[in-house]
């Protein structure tokens, strides 16, 4: 038995009290080596255009924090408040259905996926979402189960941020200072109300979208290949079905298994892509993995050879322009050569 | 001559050593050559060096022995792997055909690496460290009451917004909005005892606190401002014709120099965070040690003198009723590693008791009454089941399950992520036709389902749930900080 003086509980807990008693709070990560990649599932990629987000502004610059290799940006959607995943691999706005769960469906999609979480991809309409001065209404989503990725990387992941959310905007992706800014742009791609601020880039590289997915091409080993951008990669991928010249640009450092639920999972390899180039410029050495790409392609209605993931957004400050087609990337200056 | 020969044995073998281990660069043995996952061995790696190959290309130590012993085909349940001679010392080893599928990165796939991870929004375990003394240039965080402190940002009038985010909001950046005054910007907020991090975020970019000089790396290249809550203070009254008073103690590993106390209206003071539990400590007036003068707790220190102690935190006061004709009563449980000869208990008039400090938290505990383990019969709360259950106690629960009716289950269990889904775990009990359970929970994310008569439900009144692996549902928990 227990006694607390003062307070008598049924079981008669006591507690005398010397000074003030704190609970315990989390301890912080400190690690940073990496493990097995996990593909975790992603978005129904046909999603209807996204209306410009609404608020009084021209420029904004929102402040990102990280999870793991994720940048996150906080926001509301209909009063419940999160993070997003900012993920310009999603074209559009991908919600968790632990929150949104209740909602309408709209229309729905099979999905699954070779890490378990399988489950129906729905679309769902919802009132008003907000991120910073971002002000979206009637917002077509789509919903499925991200709750594994909360569970991999404890915080509150409300859904994935995708690109039609940003079309109509120049976006710069500050790694560095862990920012996010976007300027409104006139027709013609040009910075709304302030003149554009010359910026001298290191690299200055063309852009295609398909699907709202951003794609570049990058050359390795001598060969022209099709990158996609994609921030919500934690890490670079290199298609394994790449040509062999490419290839053998690539040192493996490691080989894992993936853990899965289908048969057999799969092999994963690591490594550096020690002759990536793109545009003129040829970075040194990018980690990256080795792994199939062919689903994405189908996916995607587009053969992709590899994705530029957190090695490379965080080599500096990457200003994205679609309505110019462009990309220019301002290296950090220990990045550069 | 003998030592000549003995230099030139050393220079071999230190040539020998170092020849091996020039050749042994983990990252430079495999490639894909013609589409082939290639590797080239070398057969002069030591054990451990061959260990370490295995460990980062997940090839088994059978593989490896085969492979080095050119076995010119291997066959494993998902490859076929040929083996062949390039030199006197190099071997390559090629995988011919892998029948497993491959890792696809998917058609809705999102790439995870599975570290650990680094992140500006980890939170801070505000009982990380044991004490802590502020640096502040300027009140930039002060503490005005019990239970509040105001960050103030000086400056900064012609900004549109600025946010304060740190370990004690879960590093938000939207909910905590500081609000113009006529010099700066300003926020109060409640704060228990602790070390926290901050930073400002000022019109959508992070700042750090310039007036702040007590820093910790944020692990991005950056760094967080760290701010201690206070909840103590050392008083020594008297000794004003010292130069130099310090307190040192068991929480500064008797650090002599560190912590300077300052004379203020006759008498020396430190204010400082202090982590609860219970604390030695002597203050040195001018390079003499002393027990604390104001404080009658003192124990021996083992080497033949005193330390003063002090105890901050809550004690409980441990009971069991009744066995008066028992001999000998310990107490022992989680908070003691199960520790039988440590926590003996006083008898009373009317049983056994123990007062004991334990920091908030979940243990289990047990008596044992002259040998024989026991739960607490004045404890309702058990875990685990027969011989193996133990009594439960949560000091300071921050959240309560309650399952709603189900009044004639006749057993219920709250299994979860804070118990590792231990289905024999926390036994729940019956209060009023609810089943409820009380924990103390760190902040964080948790995932939890209730064993109704052995049938798994998710908890009804909780709408936040998420599917698990198995095909169904656990309901979803947040606590925050």
Known sequence: ?????GFLFSYHLIFIAFAVAFPLVNQAGNGSVKAVPVMMDRVSF???????????????TIPLKRAGHLFLLEGTVDNVIGNFILDTGSSGLVLNRTYFRNYMIIDDEEGGGVTGSTGVIARINVKRMMVAELVYTDVSADVTPLGHLENRRGVKILGLFGMSLLQNLEIVIDSRNNELNLFKLDRNGNRLGTPSTEVKFDITHKIEQFNNIMFVKVSIGGRI????????????VLSIDVPRQALGTVTITRRSNLLGVDEGGGEVLFGTMNDFTLGTRKFGSMETILCSLTALSDKYGFPIDGMLGYDFFSQGKIYINLIKKVMGICLKPDERQ | MRRSADNILVLFFLMTTFIGLAQFNPTNVCQIVNGRLTFTFDTRWTPAQRKEIGRLYDLDSALLAEAFAVKPVIIEKNNIWTVRRLDNYRIELSQTKNKSKGAEAGDRKIILLDDQWISLSAATDRESVPYGVNRLTRNSVVKISRDKVRFFLPGHQDSK???????????????????PSDSGWVVTIPLKP???????????????????????????????SVFFCYNYRFVLNGYTYAKKVVVTGSFNDWNEK????????GKWVLHLYLREGTHAYKFIVDNEWITDPANKITRPDGKGHENSFIGLGDTLLFSLKGYPDAKKVVLSGNFNAWNSGELFMGKTSGGWQLPYVLAPGNYEYKYIVDGEWITDPGNP????????ANSFLSVMPNHTFVLEQHSDAKNVILSGSFNGWNETGYRMIEREGNWIFSLYLKPGKYTYKYIVDSKWIIDPTNELWEENEYGTGNSVLWVNP
């Open chain 1, 1 to 5: 038995m227990i006694i607390r003086p």
């Open chain 2, 194 to 224: 602790g070390k926290y991090t901050y930073k400002f975020i000022i019109d959508g970019t992070w700042a750090n606190d310039s007036y702040n000089k007590l820093t910790e790396d944020d692990t991005q290249g950056g760094f967080n």
């Open chain 2, 258 to 265: 560190e912590l300077q106390m300052i004379r203020i209206n």
């Open chain 2, 161 to 179: 917004n600025v946010f304060l985010s740190g370990s004690f909001n879960g590093w938000s950046t939207i909910q905590t909005p500081m609000q």
């Open chain 1, 46 to 60: 046909a999603g209807k255009p996204i209306a410009d987000p609404q608020g009084n502004f021209i420029g904004v």
């Open chain 1, 225 to 236: 290949l099709d990158f996609c951008l994609d921030t919500g990669a934690e890490s670079n």
């Open chain 2, 381 to 388: 709360y058990t875990v685990g089941n027969g011989e193996i």
